[in-house]
């Protein structure tokens, strides 16, 4: 049986997919849900500066609608970087490709960042509340692929939802993000309903838990660059 979690989308006990239908409403939904989703990104374009020269590479993983990838192709238009955006869900990554028309140097592919491979010499990956849905059996060697695809100086920009570093913080922090929801015209079904449907397909992990898998990773220079209740931004440089 499904419920409703607002902007039109529905799902399960424990069965949370960024499949079906879901590519149709995702941009709205998670602008919605995650606190300064849109000042995110403008981070993560401001940080892309500083590592994105005249041709370039780099990877957006779990690329979803390829919203951000068009705005990073929008900034450095006279670089002719090579973008590529990758995501496990057929949909979105039709999505994303019909987001990103016409654009040569913008390669979007299904991949499972798990299973496959990803591109080297890489000079910038980015990543939007991607890497908590990877279960955590397999979460370090996500990062570990991460740090080998880079060049040397590469950088790596990720934004996630974490847990808090105690169970009372946790609390306190849950209870307004709740809040925050509640605030934001979901109704408590909406909000019950979405918690339920992540049950065992998102793992967050807290801020020293993220810090020490960049490190397990070979990375030695990282930095929390966004903090906003139950979510986090980082950068990491090789």
């Given at each position: ?8 989308l ?42 994105l020269?005249?041709?370039s ?11 951000f ?12 970087l ?14 994303a490709?019909?987001?990103?028309k ?80 509640i ?15 992540l ?21 030695k ?18």
């Open positions: 049986m499904k419920n409703k979690l607002g902007q039109n529905e799902a399960g006990n424990a069965s949370w997919t960024f499949d079906n239908d879901v590519w149709k409403n995702f941009d709205k939904h998670i602008n919605k849900s995650i606190p300064l989703y849109l000042l995110c990104h403008k981070l993560g374009l401001e940080i892309s500066d500083f590592f020269e005249k041709n590479k780099t990877i957006d993983l779990g690329c979803s609608t390829g919203t990838i068009k705005k990073l192709n929008a900034r450095h238009n006279n670089k002719n090579k973008i590529n955006g990758y995501d496990s869900v057929k949909k979105m990554v039709q999505a490709k019909n987001n990103n016409n654009k040569k140097n913008i390669s979007i592919l299904k991949k499972d960042i798990v299973k496959d491979k990803i591109l080297n010499n890489v000079d910038l990956i980015t990543s939007f509340f991607t890497l908590s849905f990877v279960k955590p059996a397999h979460r370090q060697e996500v990062f570990n692929k991460i740090f080998n695809s880079l060049n040397w100086g590469g950088g790596f920009i990720f934004f996630d939802k974490v847990r808090a570093p105690d169970a009372r913080f946790q609390d306190i922090m849950t209870q307004i993000y709740t809040n925050y929801k605030d934001r015209n979901f109704s408590p079904n909406e909000i019950l309903n979405k918690s339920k449907s049950k065992g397909v998102l793992e967050p992990y807290s801020t020293r838990e993220n810090f020490l898998f960049l490190k397990r990773a070979g990375f220079d990282y930095m929390t660059i966004f903090k906003c209740i139950t979510f986090e931004g980082f950068l990491a440089i090789k």
